[in-house]
């Protein structure tokens, strides 16, 4: 594809633009700003790439690995300001997942070790991981407060706060492991997944566009189950004094 092919693609752009003015949405601005930044983000990326798939030095697929992990935790702390440490407890987990997938990935060869398939793959893993741990701190914290009183009660009975805090816990890993369970549920039959799609564009053999896309999706499984579950108990003691009183916020 061209620049010039590309210009034209921008009809998709002219179009929510034309609507947002005509219903008067006031989307306009934030829609212009966003493809701007997607325009010149995907541009600087695609170049950093090709230079790092070129070079296939370790250090710079770490580099590259350790930029996405630092963007996506700056992007999720956010929904869980209000719990301490917050940015090390995403930063743990968005690193433990990724490690733990590439060990899999790499140690059973299936996958080989170059730049290529890396970095790749590790956008889409931390990238997924990020979502999830945005959608399990809105919930948990949500969860958490509005129960308090729950929590307090069985604090005061005697129960310790992972027995207090419990079904609140389990409620946001749960709420947020269901998008992805879901989608899994009617890929295929309502949607063509985009990596699948991309190579079987780029010329790829249908069969093996669908393998590669089933070990994502398994991935993508394993990264929501991993996110939700280790973020909730490195998140919940931190909302506990040391005399296993609830702090509220």
């Not at 930063?91 to 790499?106: G, Y």
């Not at 299936?110 to 997924?128: E, K, L």
């Not at 780029?202 to 990264?223: R, W």
Request: no cysteine.
């Amino acid at each position: 594809m061209s620049y010039g092919t590309l210009s034209i693609t921008l009809i998709f752009v002219a179009i929510p633009l034309v609507l947002s003015k005509t219903l008067k949405l006031g989307l306009e601005k934030d829609t212009t700003i966003a493809t701007l930044r997607s325009i010149v983000q995907l541009l600087a990326v695609g170049f950093v790439l090709k230079f790092v798939f070129d070079s296939e030095s370790l250090l710079y697929i770490v580099l590259m690995v350790g930029l996405m992990i630092a963007a996506a935790t700056h992007n999720a702390q956010k929904k869980g300001a209000a719990i301490k440490g917050i940015v090390w407890k995403v930063a743990v987990t968005l690193t433990f997942v990724e490690v733990l997938t590439q060990s899999v990935l790499l140690g059973f060869h299936i996958t080989p070790p170059t730049a290529q398939y890396i970095i790749s793959i590790s956008g889409m893993v931390i990238g997924n991981s990020m979502v999830l741990a945005i959608l399990f701190l809105n919930r948990f914290t949500a969860e958490v407060e509005s129960r308090q009183d729950e929590t307090e009660l069985i604090l005061s009975l005697g129960g310790t706060p992972k027995q207090a805090i419990h079904n609140q816990l389990l409620q946001a890993i749960k709420a947020s492991m269901i998008p992805t369970i879901e989608s899994q549920k009617t890929v295929g039959l309502v949607q063509l997944p985009g990596m699948m799609s991309g190579q079987i564009i780029a010329g790829a053999d249908p069969i093996q566009a669908v393998q590669f896309q089933l070990l994502i999706m398994f991935l993508l499984l394993t990264t929501a189950a991993l996110t939700s579950s280790m973020l909730g108990f490195l998140s919940y003691p931190t909302l506990f004094n040391q005399r296993l009183q609830f702090i509220k916020n």
